[in-house]
């Protein structure tokens, strides 16, 4: 790949140093997904589906890839310098087994602890900010080989893209597309044999939760927002597909946004849930919950049933490639009866084992 050093003297004069996003749309656009194909100058691979093995996808560069913002995108060679302006990217980067060849990351990488965990030399790399405000002239500096960003970030995708640097917009936004974003970036960066290993994991657990809830009541649920116990998450988002393969029922589902969406006490006294789910990195306790007087004649409330979803390594509660985690919590608080919290942390700690190199339950 050619030195784009020229090229971002050029662009800087045209650009400001940040690109701030703030006033765009924060919707992510679930209808744009990626085809996941692969042309390269041997073959021409048909769309694979989530659940084709990335194995049967001829990995040969140049390649090239629709991204799931449905743009065309050709690699030359290899990745060996990556940027990733997403906290889900990195953490995927880091289960394909391609962290070190990161070169940037996204702001706040020191909040996460999964890096600290299984990838502490992440926290050292220069940041190139967040999808409100990219630093683009930064990220280009960085003369990566790819730059990989969350789907509202496709002017500086579209920018990066004019100097040369190859950019892939992905968007996990549920089950589906999270299987694609993992094919998606394991074709790019030639990490095919661990996106397979990584979705077989997945799905054998998705597979397991299905066969054990498959006859089980399943109780009302509400899965309340990191920043308010009055945001949640509609039938489009990741965080229903995970309430549903733990064995309930989203009391939310009717509501068809792609984003956290706020409500009021009433609607939330009107579903009645049964449980009352809080993020992991919620701004606000159990206790809180319990004890707020507007919520005194909720079910979930009354019944003492408010949990918080764990987040000790990362946030089960967002699309990262441990979400499936998430699920194999949820169902031993919906469904102690068939799912033991036991074979939960084994299964926790396998993935963390084989992926991230880390003992779960942490000491």
């Known amino acids: 790949m050619k030195r784009l ?3 971002v003297a050029a662009l800087a004069t045209a650009l400001a140093l940040t690109v701030s996003l703030a006033a765009c749309n924060n919707t992510a656009d679930t209808s744009q997904s990626s085809s996941v194909t692969v042309e390269t100058e041997e073959s021409t691979a048909a769309p694979a589906t989530p659940e084709e093995s990335v194995e049967a996808q001829p990995l040969t560069y140049p390649m090239t890839l629709t991204d799931q913002a449905g743009r065309t995108v050709t690699i030359e060679s290899e990745p060996q310098t990556i940027v990733s302006g997403y906290y889900i990217s990195s953490s995927l980067l880091i289960a ?5 060849r ?10 996460r602890p999964i890096y600290s965990l299984s990838a502490p030399e992440l926290l050292e790399l220069p940041s190139v900010g967040s999808a409100k405000e990219f630093d683009l002239e930064g990220c280009a500096a960085l003369e990566p080989d790819l730059v990989i960003l969350p789907l509202k970030l496709e002017s500086a995708a579209d920018s990066l893209t004019e100097l040369g640097i190859p950019v892939l917009l992905i968007n996990p936004e549920d089950r589906t597309l999270l299987a694609e974003t993992i094919t998606l970036v394991g074709q790019a960066t030639n990490a095919a044999e661990a996106a397979d290993s990584l979705l077989a994991f997945t799905q ?3 597979t397991r939760l ?24 509609g039938s489009a988002m990741y965080q229903s597909d995970l309430i549903d ?17 706020d409500i009021d006490y009433e609607q939330l006294l009107a579903w009645d849930p049964d449980y009352i789910i809080l993020a992991s990195d919620a701004s606000y ?3 809180d919950v319990l004890n707020d007087a507007n919520l005194a004649d909720c079910t979930a409330v009354k ?11 990362e946030a089960w509660d967002s699309p990262v490639p441990g979400g499936i985690l998430g699920a194999v919590w949820l169902s031993t608080v919906l469904h102690p009866d068939l799912c033991s919290a036991d074979e939960a942390n084994a299964v926790m700690g396998n993935f963390y084992e084989n992926f991230y190199g880390f003992t779960y339950p942490l000491a």
């Open 5 to 7: 050093t020229t090229r």
């Open 96 to 100: 394909l087994g391609r962290a070190d």
């Open 102 to 111: 990161m070169v940037g990351i996204e702001a706040k990488a020191d909040t």
């Open 204 to 206: 054998e657990q998705q």
């Open 210 to 233: 299905e066969t054990t809830l498959a006859d089980a009541d399943r109780p009302d649920v509400y899965l309340a927002g990191n920043s308010d116990l009055l945001s949640t998450a």
């Open 245 to 261: 393969l733990a064995g309930g029922r989203n009391v939310a589902e009717g509501i068809t946004d792609t984003y956290w969406v």
């Open 285 to 287: 306790t159990c206790d």
């Open 303 to 313: 019944n003492g049933s408010v949990y918080q979803m764990p987040g000790d390594a």
